[in-house]
């Protein structure tokens, strides 16, 4: 295990429906990072939070909505998806904002019906 | 614009056979270039790391090269194992106002067989 965990691990919701993801790492370290992976795209960088403060908004649509209440826990926040939001999310954790290696969670598989 | 091709989008080999997957990239400034393996269901790991100045690296059964000059790299698997069928995926990372900031590719598929 690489010390980053997901919940839930799959995850099917209705388009009008509000859920949240959550990744904790217990690695100390200070960044932290949303990834959404598509089936034959490569990863698309989301989010980063450093020393829990926002980073990085890689244009993403409002209907995400990140939240880092401390260093070691990442959530996001879904409403009003879209079934083309349907992906695996990984959250990643590093030691510092610097993109040093990053340790990828198991991610949460997302269906949106 | 800063791309990462991997080559080929999958491949399929017998357990025991050597094989080298492709990445070209247009990524500049380039900083670093990374390989990861992902398993089906998992997260990416980081397999072999390479800064400019370096060529090669190895992992075990890995092994990496880097021409930054032609802006391309390999990997390169021995001896393969059925533990090894997972996408392997390159990230190559650029320097910008003092993060390093990744472009992954799509990933080469790779399926070994008995």
């Known amino acids: 295990e690489t010390g980053v965990t997901q919940t839930p691990r799959h995850l099917v919701m209705g388009m009008t429906n509000k859920k949240s993801l959550k990744c904790e790492q217990h690695?100390?370290?200070?960044?932290m990072y949303w990834y959404k992976q598509s089936a034959k795209k490569p990863l698309e960088l989301m989010f980063v939070y450093n020393f829990k403060e926002q980073t990085e908004n890689n244009s993403v649509p409002s209907r995400f909505s990140p939240e880092c209440p401390n260093s070691s826990h990442l959530f996001l926040h879904l409403h009003t998806l879209q079934p083309e939001d349907s992906a695996l999310y990984l959250c990643?954790?590093?030691?510092?904002?610097?993109?040093?290696?990053?340790?990828f969670g198991p991610g949460t598989r997302l269906t949106v019906l | 614009k800063n791309q990462v091709e991997q080559s080929p989008q999958s491949l399929i080999i017998l357990e025991g056979k050597n094989c080298t997957l492709q990445?070209?990239?247009?990524?500049?400034?380039?900083?670093?270039l990374r390989w990861y393996k992902q398993d089906t269901g998992r997260g990416p790991v980081s397999l072999t790391i390479?800064?400019?100045?370096?060529n090669t690296k190895s992992n075990g059964r890995y092994t990496a090269t880097l021409d930054a000059d032609t802006k391309q790299s390999s990997l390169h698997i021995t001896a393969s194992q059925l533990s090894d069928s997972a996408s392997y995926i390159c990230?190559?990372?650029?320097?910008?106002?003092?993060?390093?900031?990744?472009?992954f590719g799509r990933g080469t598929s790779l399926i070994v067989h008995p």
């Open positions: 390479m800064t400019f100045s370096e």
């Open positions: 690695l100390g370290h200070n960044a």
């Open positions: 990230v190559v990372s650029r320097a910008s106002g003092g993060s390093y900031i990744p472009t």
């Open positions: 990643a954790s590093s030691p510092q904002e610097v993109y040093n290696e990053q340790f």
């Open positions: 990445c070209n990239y247009t990524v500049s400034p380039f900083s670093n």
